[in-house]
């Protein structure tokens, strides 16, 4: 399943979010809860978040620096989780701080995977999009 478009959400008292009902389904085997490099967290299926891991793993050294490094942050900020009667999960504290997360959050679809925004970055995020992409399609199919 692919995984488009955004919704917004707000996540109750114990910081449980509610996945959008039309994506629950792709999720009824777990979800993986992870850290993103960018300011938000990534929700994934957990046989795409091992194929993504194993991808970035894949060409590098197993006991190389960057191997550990890459494997901490991905494998060190992963959680685990199961979606509850409702399709809600709940959002870990290490990742509410890292993605700056209150209330009001925007779940993003962005292909393999959902990312969750807080809504004051997501909006941020968008105008930023919408100021580059123009730029950024030019180069596709052109070497930078």
Known sequence: MAFRGHYEH???AKNRLS????FRAAFSAGVVLAKDPEPCLAVWTPESHEAIIERALGDLNPMGSEYRKLSRF???NSF???LDASGRVTLPTPLIGHADIGREVVVVGVGDHLEVW????WDGQQEGLDAEI????ERLGHPS
């Open 80 to 82: 685990e989780m199961e």
């Open 19 to 22: 996945i959008p009902a039309r």
């Open 10 to 12: 707000s996540l109750d």
């Open 74 to 76: 991905y494998q060190g």
């Open 118 to 121: 807080s809504r004051e970055r």
């Open 134 to 137: 123009q730029e950024v399609t």
